[in-house]
């Protein structure tokens, strides 16, 4: 059965049949290896890349890795449950319910002696378990500020967390069940991904796929390479196309450069040519290329259009590999060659287009990406800063704004302030969160998370499937393991991590011992070894999901 879905291009949106992910569609297969922004810290990795900011930000050689190797597809466990409806999402603004007065009182006090840690929580299988347990949990008596207070009281106070903010909420309403420093805004690192990928859902249909475009060139006689703003199109067969160290599958397989040289060899010679002059279109973005914490290997220069997000090894499986310095370029160089192999050559060296291509110009070859859904899971449990900031300027141009830096920012700002999150003192100059200015407190990372987990916004589920799952996906691959402390609550939590030097944070769901979602953000800032600030911080979730904290 063929479902309406709609692509975004250089020209907008429009309406096409649904196949399967475009990419696929193609010979190409599944998804190039992305960039990972956060790495797992447990395997040494650079935990975000978005984690490094700058080349200072990397620290030592544990400050790399937020991100870890992930042992599945993106959203993989349970990920069925969060499949977004076709259905355009929610317009009415959704005002999360209003903080407990009894968090104020609970982050005044810390001398309260901890209470005896409960038995431990069985590690589940790797699988849809987590959120099962959950679904039984809304029952249960919700946790007391007292009893979180006093649960948390030993872990928190490890030196090694440095300045800390905390935020505990009930994940079913958004409810505040307890805070230390919640409103206090801090340094996000990726975890301003939530932020990015709330704005994103809500403003555009989780259908909607990214296409790039071969159209005819009126004014050269030539053809145009037009870049809708997938990073995930790659180059490479699909045999030798992994998404964090695994194939894709056809769900989540990304567009393949290489079906569209062979549909735009076919239509030329279909029409007797078969030597045809090359140029591409980059006009859908704006502003500068580069992040301002761009090292070359983090994130790629912003492009709409680049072949496996612009690495100089497309097989690359490396937390932060070398990148091109001319995407766009590159991409235009492979397609080249690809209809070269088809048949058709290329007249000289493809150039930039003087303008963008006309809004009716023939089309000789499409391919779209995976949906924005599947784009938005694989960046939170990759950490993907290419694709971060690639989702947020599909925000920007959702809401009217310039598809740079800037306007990326105010759309994502603007689009959480009407969905009725506080906005006070959030500050967002990127997608990624590689920018060290960014700015939200605990209370806001957990509103996001709540309103992921709303009924009344469906379309936003993706951001709770996407978040890595402790001890077997993503950049918590390789956290909450053996010797940590944290074990027992492997499988039993899904986060976002970031890092920055200097900075970790994490913020996601915990199911509790007596099988109630919360949604926490914990964000830190200290001079502690990054694993070892880690590890600490992975103790307080688990003492969140050892407890039912009445």
């Known amino acids: 059965m063929l479902v309406a879905a709609t692509v975004l291009g250089a020209g907008g949106a429009s309406a096409l049949p649904s196949a399967p992910p475009s990419g696929s569609a193609s010979p190409g297969g599944p998804g190039a290896g992305g960039t990972r922004g956060d790495q797992d810290e447990s395997n040494g990795r650079r935990d975000d890349k978005e984690n490094r900011g700058d080349k200072g930000d990397r620290g030592d050689k544990g400050d790399k890795g937020d991100r870890g190797e992930e042992s599945g597809r993106p959203g993989s466990p349970a990920s069925t449950s969060g499949r977004p409806t076709t259905t355009p999402p929610s317009t009415a603004a959704s005002t999360p319910p209003a903080s407990s007065p009894a968090s104020a009182s609970a982050s005044a006090s810390t001398s309260a002696p901890a209470s005896a840690k409960p038995s431990a929580v069985a590690r589940p299988a ?32 490890d030196q090694n967390l440095g300045t800390v ?81 695994v194939p894709a599958d056809p769900d989540t397989a990304p567009a393949s450069l290489d079906a569209l040289a062979r549909q735009t060899a076919a239509a030329l010679k279909a029409a007797g040519t078969t ?31 680049m072949v496996d997000e612009g690495k100089t090894d497309p097989k690359s499986l490396a937390d932060a590999p070398a990148r091109v310095t001319d995407p766009a370029g590159a991409a235009a160089e492979s397609f080249a060659s690809l209809l070269k192999a088809q048949g058709v050559t290329v007249q000289g060296k493809a150039k930039a287009a003087t303008a963008p291509a006309a809004a009716d110009a023939p089309v000789l070859g499409r391919v779209d990406s995976p949906t924005m859904a599947r784009l938005v899971e694989r960046m939170l449990t990759t950490s993907d800063n290419t694709l971060a900031e690639a989702i947020a300027r599909q925000a920007a141009i959702a809401a009217h704004q310039p598809a740079a830096f800037d306007g990326a920012a105010t759309a994502v ?101 007596e099988g109630r979602l919360l949604a926490f953000a914990l964000m830190t800032r200290t001079g502690a070894p990054v694993d070892t600030a880690r590890a600490a911080m992975d103790r307080v979730v688990a003492r969140l999901a050892a407890c039912g904290c009445h």
């Open 275 to 305: 030597t045809v002059a090359l140029d591409y279109d980059v006009s859908l973005y704006s502003g500068p290329l580069l992040h301002k914490n761009h090292d070359g290997e983090n994130i790629a220069a912003v492009t709409p259009l």
């Open 413 to 513: 700002t603007q689009e959480l302030a009407r969905l009725g999150v506080p906005m006070t003192g959030v500050v967002l100059n990127d997608g990624s969160g590689l920018h060290p200015g960014n700015a939200i407190p605990p209370a806001v990372l957990v509103k996001l998370l709540a309103l992921a987990a709303s009924a009344q916004h469906p379309t936003l589920r993706p951001v709770l499937t996407g978040l890595p799952i402790a001890g077997f996906t993503g950049t918590l691959g390789k956290r909450f393991g053996a010797g940590s402390g944290a074990a027992d609550a492997a499988g039993l939590v899904r986060a976002k991590t970031g890092s920055l030097s200097g900075v970790n944070t994490l913020a996601g769901t915990v199911v509790d011992a």
């Open 165 to 245: 903010g905390l935020a505990v909420a009930d994940a079913a309403d958004g409810q505040l069940l307890y805070g230390k420093g919640e409103n206090t805004a801090a340094t996000p690192a990726s975890t301003t991904k939530l932020a990015t990928s709330v704005a994103a859902l809500s403003l555009i249909p989780g259908d909607t796929r990214l296409a790039t475009r071969v159209v005819k060139n009126a004014a050269t006689g030539g053809i145009t390479l037009v870049g809708g703003g997938d990073p995930t199109l790659t180059a490479l067969p699909a045999d030798q196309v992994q998404v964090a160290g």
């Open 126 to 157: 790797p699988a849809g378990a987590v959120l099962t347990a959950a679904e039984a949990g809304p029952g249960a008596g919700l946790p007391t500020a007292q009893g979180l207070q006093q649960a948390l009281a030993t872990v928190l106070t």
